[in-house]
């Protein structure tokens, strides 16, 4: 099944309000291709000045709590994003596993309040660099995939993003046949959990990707897009990313 290329970056606590003048230059280059989607995951303070300074374009949240309200000191429900003008999130990323605790439970009860309240969700799994020495890496991101994907996912709102730990901002990514190898298992096993939906799940390569490798990522089989972190920040590190899809 054809699937549209989606190139989403990834702001991290990274950013200002000065610095969202480069999202003006990403949105022109979104504009000038349009065959692809192109979105960015802010921090929260900044979504609401992006939307008023490029209305139109996708901005959305890098994490979500799983409640609807509450004593949450600190944290975010899936209504604030939208109200703030989200139109998706990002859950599970390695860095909030890493830092947060955050367990692939936790990611499925975040994707479910997500899409309760019509939020798009880009789910992050990938293995550790111990992981992939001992050859974990398929059963690892299988019992991810298990465990933080709804069993109503579709296309429509949830994109995977495969992410192994140790290539995240590191300059260091995976070979071509590496990445090819568990995206193919990564669907297959969307299969077993969502039938043929899994056809209309776009899966995400994230990891280091850069205007110099990103064509060639992007052309692996079962690669339908990337997650960028460093990379996003600026209009001259993102744009050639968004070209070469
Ligand atoms: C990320 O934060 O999801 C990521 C892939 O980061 P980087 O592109 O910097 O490796």
């Known amino acids: 099944m054809a699937r549209r290329k989606l190139v989403a970056g990834n702001w991290k606590m990274n950013g200002s309000h000065a610095a969202l003048a480069e999202l003006v230059t990403i949105a022109e280059a979104a504009r000038a291709a349009p065959l692809v989607d192109v979105s960015i995951a802010l921090p929260?303070?900044?979504?609401?000045?992006?939307?008023?300074?490029?209305?139109g374009f996708a901005f959305g949240g890098e994490d979500v709590h799983a409640a609807e309200s509450g004593a949450h000191t600190g944290c975010l429900s899936?209504?604030?994003?939208?109200?703030?003008g989200a139109r998706f999130t990002i859950v599970g990323h390695s860095e909030r596993r890493a830092d947060q605790g955050e367990t692939s439970q936790d990611a499925w009860a975040k994707a479910s309040a997500a899409h309760r309240h019509g939020l798009g969700v880009i789910l992050c799994v990938?293995?550790?660099?111990?992981?992939?020495?001992?050859?974990?890496?398929?059963?690892?991101?299988?019992?991810?995939?298990?465990k933080s994907v709804p069993d109503l996912a579709t296309g429509d709102w949830l994109t995977l993003a495969y992410e192994p730990r140790w290539a995240i901002g590191t300059g260091r990514t995976p070979t071509l046949d590496e990445i090819g190898e568990v995206h193919a298992i990564a669907r297959a096993k969307l299969r077993t959990l969502v039938g043929d939906a899994a056809d209309g799940i776009r899966i995400l390569y994230g990891g280091s990707v850069t205007g110099a490798n990103a064509a060639a990522?992007?052309?692996?089989?079962?690669?339908?897009?990337?997650?960028?972190?460093?990379?996003?920040?600026?209009?001259?590190?993102?744009?050639?990313i968004i070209e070469a899809a």
Not at 44 to 55: K, S
Not at 127 to 145: F, H, K, L, N
Not at 223 to 234: F, K, M
Request: glycine share 8%.
């Open 44 to 55: 929260a303070t900044l979504i609401a000045p992006a939307v008023a300074l490029v209305p």
């Open 78 to 84: 899936a209504a604030m994003l939208v109200e703030a």
């Open 126 to 146: 990938g293995e550790t660099d111990a992981e992939r020495d001992a050859g974990r890496a398929a059963r690892v991101v299988q019992a991810q995939i298990e």
């Open 217 to 240: 990522i992007l052309e692996t089989e079962d690669v339908d897009g990337a997650l960028v972190g460093g990379a996003s920040l600026t209009a001259a590190k993102f744009v050639p």
